[in-house]
C-alpha cells in the first residue's frame, strides 16, 4: 500500500474510535485472518462484582459475623494492591459493607494466579486453583476439613454460571471460595459473528479457568477457548498461530496481554485497558464496542488492499 492509502485509513480508523500508532499495522490488519480476544475487560465488561461468598468451615468451627468481617478486611487489605479487576471487585464489596482495612504487612504478585501477603501476622493467599496449588493448599476432602470438597463443588457451581472463583487460603488452610461476575459487552455476541462472517478464525484466549471461559464463551458465539493460561503462555499461543500461517490480531486490556500484544501482527489494546497494554498495542479502540474490530478489519481491507 501507498503511504497515502495508509495515511487514509488511518484517518477513517479514527473516526470509527480507533487510534493507530502504527501505520503498517493497518496494512497487516488487511490480511488478518484469526482474532484472539481476552476475555476479561475485553470481551467482558472489565467490572466485576463479588455475588456470591461460601465459606468453608471445618467442622467443630463455624465463623462467627466477625470472623467474617476479620477475613473479608485482610483480603481486600492485600487485594488494593493488585491492580487486577477482580482485586477492585473484592475491594469495593469489602468497602461497600463498610468493613474497615487493615495494614498490609507483605504483599507480592503471582501474575496470572493471584496474590499472596501478610496481614496481623497472618499468611493469605487470594487467587485461582493454580496459586493453591503452587502453595500446595489442597482443595480436596480431607486436608482441610471435611467441609473443603465444598469448595471445589462451589467453584464448579460458580463456574458453570460463567462467574470467577477466587479461593481464599489463610495461613494454608482454605477458608472461603468467592463468586466474581464479569457482565459480557451487550454488543460481544453480534461483533463474533460480525469478524466471523469475513472468514475470521475467533479465539478466546484468557488466564481465568476452562469452565468460566467456556461459559462465557458459549454466550458470545465463540467455539475456540484456550483458558487457564500464563502471560508468556498467551504469547506463545500467539506464536503457535502464526507458526501455522495466520496472521493474528490480538486484542486485550491487561498487563497480562502484553507480550501476546507485541507478538501479534496486529496488537489492539481496549483504551479502558492498562497502560503496559495501550504501550505494547500498535491501535487502540477508543469506543468499549467490540464491534469497531469487525469494522476496522473490513476498513483496512477496503483502503489498503484494494489501492495497492
Ligand atoms: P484474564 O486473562 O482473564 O484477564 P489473568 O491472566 O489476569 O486473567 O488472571 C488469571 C486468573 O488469576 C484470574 O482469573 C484469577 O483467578 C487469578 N488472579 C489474578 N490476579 C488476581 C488477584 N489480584 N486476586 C485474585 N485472583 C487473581
Ligand atoms: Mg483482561
Given at each position: 500500500?501507498?503511504?497515502?492509502?495508509?495515511?487514509?485509513?488511518?484517518?477513517?480508523?479514527?473516526?470509527?474510535?480507533?487510534?493507530?500508532?502504527?501505520?503498517?499495522?493497518?496494512?497487516?490488519a488487511?490480511?488478518?485472518?484469526?482474532?484472539?480476544?481476552?476475555?476479561?475487560?475485553?470481551?467482558t465488561?472489565?467490572?466485576?462484582?463479588?455475588?456470591?461468598?461460601h465459606w468453608?468451615?471445618?467442622?467443630?468451627?463455624?465463623?462467627?459475623?466477625?470472623?467474617?468481617?476479620?477475613?473479608?478486611?485482610?483480603?481486600?487489605?492485600?487485594?488494593?494492591?493488585?491492580?487486577?479487576?477482580?482485586?477492585?471487585?473484592?475491594?469495593?464489596?469489602?468497602?461497600?459493607?463498610?468493613?474497615p482495612?487493615?495494614?498490609?504487612?507483605?504483599?507480592?504478585?503471582?501474575?496470572?494466579?493471584?496474590?499472596?501477603?501478610?496481614?496481623?501476622?497472618?499468611?493469605?493467599?487470594?487467587?485461582?486453583?493454580?496459586?493453591?496449588?503452587?502453595?500446595?493448599?489442597?482443595?480436596?476432602?480431607?486436608?482441610?476439613?471435611?467441609?473443603?470438597?465444598?469448595?471445589?463443588?462451589?467453584?464448579?457451581?460458580?463456574?458453570?454460571?460463567?462467574?470467577?472463583?477466587?479461593?481464599?487460603?489463610?495461613?494454608?488452610k482454605?477458608?472461603?471460595?468467592?463468586?466474581?461476575?464479569?457482565?459480557?459487552?451487550?454488543?460481544?455476541?453480534?461483533?463474533?459473528?460480525?469478524?466471523?462472517?469475513?472468514?475470521?478464525?475467533?479465539?478466546?484466549?484468557?488466564?481465568?479457568?476452562?469452565?468460566?471461559?467456556?461459559?462465557?464463551?458459549?454466550?458470545?458465539?465463540?467455539?475456540?477457548?484456550?483458558?487457564?493460561?500464563l502471560?508468556?503462555?498467551?504469547?506463545?499461543?500467539?506464536?503457535?498461530?502464526?507458526q501455522?500461517?495466520?496472521?493474528?490480531?490480538?486484542?486485550?486490556?491487561?498487563?497480562?496481554?502484553?507480550?501476546?500484544?507485541?507478538?501479534?501482527?496486529?496488537?489492539?489494546?481496549?483504551?479502558?485497558?492498562?497502560?503496559v497494554?495501550?504501550?505494547?498495542?500498535?491501535?487502540?479502540?477508543?469506543?468499549?464496542?467490540?464491534?469497531?474490530?469487525?469494522?476496522?478489519?473490513?476498513?483496512?481491507?477496503?483502503?489498503?488492499?484494494?489501492?495497492?
Amino acid at each position: 500500500a501507498t503511504p497515502m492509502s495508509i495515511m487514509v485509513s488511518v484517518g477513517r480508523a479514527a473516526q470509527m474510535g480507533v487510534l493507530v500508532k502504527n501505520g503498517e499495522a493497518l496494512q497487516s490488519a488487511s490480511k488478518v485472518d484469526c482474532v484472539v480476544l481476552d476475555k476479561t475487560g475485553t470481551v467482558t465488561q472489565g467490572k466485576p462484582q463479588v455475588t456470591d461468598i461460601h465459606w468453608i468451615e471445618a467442622n467443630d468451627q463455624a465463623f462467627s459475623d466477625e470472623d467474617k468481617r476479620v477475613l473479608l478486611g485482610a483480603i481486600a487489605s492485600l487485594e488494593q494492591h493488585s491492580e487486577h479487576p477482580l482485586a477492585s471487585a473484592m475491594v469495593s464489596y469489602v468497602k461497600q459493607a463498610s468493613i474497615p482495612l487493615p495494614v498490609t504487612e507483605i504483599f507480592t504478585n503471582h501474575q496470572g494466579k493471584g496474590i499472596e501477603g501478610r496481614v496481623d501476622g497472618t499468611d493469605f493467599l487470594v487467587g485461582n486453583q493454580a496459586l493453591m496449588a503452587a502453595f500446595d493448599v489442597q482443595s480436596g476432602e480431607g486436608v482441610t476439613g471435611s467441609h473443603s470438597g465444598f469448595a471445589v463443588e462451589a467453584a464448579a457451581q460458580f463456574a458453570k454460571q460463567g462467574k470467577t472463583a477466587i479461593y481464599v487460603a489463610k495461613a494454608g488452610k482454605l477458608v472461603a471460595t468467592i463468586a466474581i461476575a464479569d457482565p459480557i459487552k451487550a454488543d460481544a455476541k453480534e461483533a463474533i459473528s460480525a469478524i466471523r462472517s469475513q472468514g475470521i478464525r475467533v479465539v478466546l484466549l484468557t488466564g481465568d479457568n476452562p469452565q468460566t471461559a467456556q461459559a462465557v464463551a458459549a454466550q458470545v458465539g465463540i467455539e475456540e477457548v484456550i483458558a487457564g493460561v500464563l502471560p508468556e503462555q498467551k504469547q506463545q499461543h500467539i506464536k503457535a498461530l502464526q507458526q501455522q500461517g495466520h496472521v493474528v490480531a490480538m486484542v486485550g486490556d491487561g498487563i497480562n496481554d502484553a507480550p501476546a500484544l507485541m507478538s501479534a501482527d496486529v496488537g489492539i489494546a481496549m483504551g479502558s485497558g492498562t497502560e503496559v497494554a495501550i504501550e505494547s498495542a500498535d491501535m487502540t479502540l477508543l469506543s468499549q464496542q467490540l464491534i469497531v474490530i469487525a469494522n476496522l478489519l473490513a476498513l483496512s481491507r477496503a483502503t489498503i488492499r484494494n489501492i495497492k
